[in-house]
């Protein structure tokens, strides 16, 4: 074999290997995921509230998600202060829908809903299908042996142009995060609670801490999780304009 033919091999061998070791991120990802929306229909009833930097309670906030899968999610916002209300996201492009506005406004998914939780907080709950993930490192996530993953843009639409996730290296649950803005800041750290922490099945709060200016936290609470399809109807910024009542 002349040394064409041994670097082609040994280009190929590499290509491969990464080739494999980027399957093997999406799967980790696709199991993490699991944790924060176990079906590609779901609902989930979110509760966010705001903390003083003293701990205290400031601000409380309630919505319903709709998460449709392929990147489609439709937020209602049910608190009295922003009862009718509407986010609607389909893949890149983000809609408000106000109650007594029939022209759907186009808003990007950092648009702050309250403190630091923005509508791609809450409206996107998978990242195998928004980012691309590069393993770091093996580390320790205090009493529990994780894994360190890199995770980069796949699309120009996501929340965070980076993210540095820890996994559990048993269970595959997300432990916490540092999210990256364009600008690549770090914007927000991220700590996920689970529901059970010795048997864990799904992520019970996301708590939010601001790492650009005020530090406050924010915490991210999931009331309820069930399977469901809405019509696709309800996908339609110019319907939901047209219907600001769904029931």
Not at 10 to 29: E, R, S, W
Not at 58 to 76: C, H, I, M, P, W
Not at 85 to 102: A, E, G
Request: charged share 25%.
């Amino acid at each position: 074999m002349n040394t064409y033919h041994r670097i082609a091999c040994a280009a190929g061998l590499v290509l491969a290997t990464l080739q494999v070791q980027a399957q093997g991120m999406n799967d980790l990802l696709k199991a993490t995921d699991r944790y924060r929306m176990s079906a590609t229909h779901m609902q989930v009833d979110t509760q966010i509230t705001t903390f003083h930097t003293d701990g205290s309670p400031d601000k409380e906030r309630r919505y319903t998600v709709f998460a449709q899968g392929n990147q489609q999610s439709l937020v209602l916002m049910q608190s009295p202060a922003e009862k009718g209300q509407k986010v609607l996201m389909l893949k890149d492009d983000f809609w408000l829908l106000m109650p007594n506005s029939q022209r759907p406004l186009r808003i990007t998914p950092m648009q702050k809903l309250l403190g630091d939780a923005s509508t791609g907080d809450i409206a996107t709950m998978s990242w195998a299908d928004d980012y691309n993930a590069q393993l770091v490192a093996e580390e320790s996530c205090g009493d529990v042996a994780c894994t360190h993953l890199s995770l980069s843009a796949a699309r120009k639409g996501v929340t965070y142009q980076r993210i540095e996730l820890w996994v559990g290296n048993v269970k595959r649950e997300p432990i916490k995060a540092d999210l990256y803005v364009q600008s690549d800041k770090l914007a927000k750290s991220a700590r996920f609670v689970m529901d059970k922490p010795t048997a864990p099945t799904a992520v019970a709060e996301m708590v939010l801490l601001d790492r650009l200016s005020n530090h406050k936290e924010t915490r991210v609470r999931y009331l309820a999780r069930k399977e469901r399809t809405v019509p696709d109807a309800w996908l339609n910024p110019m319907f939901l304009a047209r219907n600001p009542s769904l029931d």
